[in-house]
């Protein structure tokens, strides 16, 4: 049986936003945690973003199923694009 639904849906916000992708928003994520974390960041893909309060891309890791701990996040202003949190669970 075969699906017509995408499973790699785009989310897409406001275009007056300067940050207003998914992929872009992830870049601009994977750019800040270089600087804080180093290439360790590339363990946690792939990347996934969602929005979260109409303007706000929470961009995070993943973990393998065999791994425990946590992933970097990253909150993202859609209307200014600039980062206003960087964390790594534990």
Partial sequence: MF???DKHKKIILNK???LNNEDDA???AEKEWLKVY???IYRYKPFKARVDSDSIWVVY???SLNRVGGTPQAKINANT???IQIIHGK
Wanted: proline share 0%; aromatic share 6%; net charge positive.
């Fill in 3 to 5: 699906s017509c639904v």
């Fill in 16 to 18: 007056s936003f300067c």
């Fill in 26 to 28: 992830i870049r601009m």
């Fill in 38 to 40: 180093g290439r360790d």
């Fill in 61 to 63: 890791g993943s973990l």
């Fill in 81 to 83: 694009c600039k980062v």
